[in-house]
C-alpha cells in the first residue's frame, strides 16, 4: 500500500484554509493509503504558547481531524510530541540540512519577521525536524497547501542527500497539491493567505453560521462597476478568491460557476458563496463538539495512533543510526 502523511501545527483554531488545502484531501483516500496526520505540537512551540492553550487546542485538533472524516480506525491520528524518534531524526537530519537552504525558506523569513524577540534556533531549524516527520513513515504524497510546498521540496533534498552518502534509506516524498483549495486568500485582504493571525478575513472550522455569513457579506471583491464573477487572479483578486472557495466546496468549475453568477452581482454571489461553506463546515463542527466531549474517546484514540507510529518510525529511525554509525544499543 502506499503512504500518506501530513500534519497540521495546533498554533491556533483550525480555518477554511487548512481545511481545503489539507485536510479535505486526506481523508477520501483512507482505502487506498496507508495514512498518517499528526498534530505538530513540537513545531508549534518555536512560537511562545500559552501551555494550557496548546494542550486544548490540540485535543480539539483531534476532534476535528476525526469529524473531517478521518475515521481512527482507517487512519493513523497521533500527537507528534508522543512519538520521540521525530526528535532523534529531526537531530540527525539537521547534520545534513544546510545552514544557506534553511535561511532561503520563506516560512523563517516570514515568522521571524513578525516574532522579531524571538527568533530561536527551533525557528530556523524547524524544516529539519519537519524532513525528520515526514521521512519517518517513508510516504509517497505528503498532502500539503501551497505554503509548504518549499518545505517538502527541503525534504526531498535532504533525503536525497542522505541516500546519496548512505545508500536507498529514504523514500523520496512527493507534495500533494489541490487543484481548487490549494491558496486560499483572506477574505477582507485578499492580497494575503488566509490565516489565524488576521481573524477578520479568516473563516475557523468551529465558527457560528452567522458569523461565517457576516465575513463573507463583507468579503471584499473589487470596485468593478458591472460587479462581474469572472475569474481572473490578477486583477480580480477577491472574486478568484471566492470563486475558488465556492469551486472547492461545491465541485463547480470556474465556467460553471461563471455562468451561474452571470448578470447577478456580488450582492447574490457572495452570500452564495458563505451559503456554500456553513453548508460544508455544519456537520463537522456538530460531529466535532461531540466527540470533544467525549474525552476517553480521544485518549484511546491517540494512544493508539502513538503505538502504531511509533513502531513505524522505530523502523527507519533504527537503520538511519546504524548507517550513520552509532553503536546499537
Ligand atoms: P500549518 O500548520 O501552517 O498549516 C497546515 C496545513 O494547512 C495548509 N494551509 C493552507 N492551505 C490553503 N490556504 C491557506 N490559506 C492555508 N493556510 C494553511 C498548509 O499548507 C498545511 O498543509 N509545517 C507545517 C506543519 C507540518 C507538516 C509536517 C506538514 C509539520 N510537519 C509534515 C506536512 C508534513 C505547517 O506549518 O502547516
Known sequence: KKVMLSGIQPSGDLHLGN?????????????????????????????????????????????????????????????????????????????YTMFGELSRMTQFKDKSAKNADNINGGLFTY???????????????????????????????????????????????????????????????????????????????????????????????????EHCVRYDREHKPGVANLMQIYSACTGKSYEEIEREFDGQGYGVFKPAVGEAVVDLLRPIREEAQRILADKAYLESVYHAGAEKASYVAQKTLRKVYKKVGFVAR
Request: proline share 6%; glycine share 4%.
Open 19 to 95: 481545511y481545503l488545502g489539507a485536510i479535505k484531501n486526506w481523508g477520501a483516500r483512507a482505502d487506498e493509503f496507508d495514512c498518517y496526520y499528526f498534530m505538530a505540537d513540537m513545531h508549534t512551540i518555536t512560537v511562545r504558547q500559552t501551555p494550557a492553550d496548546l494542550r486544548r487546542r490540540t485535543l480539539e485538533q483531534l476532534a476535528q481531524y476525526i469529524a473531517c472524516g478521518l475515521d481512527p480506525e482507517k487512519n493513523t491520528l497521533f500527537i507528534q510530541s508522543h512519538v520521540h524518534q521525530h526528535a532523534e531524526l529531526g537531530w540527525v537530519l539537521n547534520c
Open 127 to 225: 524544516p529539519s525536524l519537519m524532513a525528520a516527520d515526514i521521512l519517518l513513515y517513508q510516504p509517497d504524497f505528503v498532502p500539503v497547501g501551497e505554503d509548504q510546498k518549499q518545505h517538502v521540496e527541503l525534504t526531498r533534498n535532504v533525503a536525497q542527500r542522505f541516500n546519496h552518502i548512505y545508500g536507498d534509506v529514504f523514500k523520496i516524498p512527493e507534495p500533494y497539491i489541490p487543484k481548487a483549495g490549494a491558496r486560499v486568500m483572506s477574505l477582507n485582504a485578499p492580497e494575503s493567505k488566509m490565516s489565524k493571525s488576521m481573524p477578520e478575513g479568516c473563516v475557523f472550522l468551529m465558527e457560528k453560521p452567522e458569523d461565517i455569513q457576516r465575513k463573507f457579506k463583507r468579503a471584499v471583491t473589487d470596485s468593478d462597476t
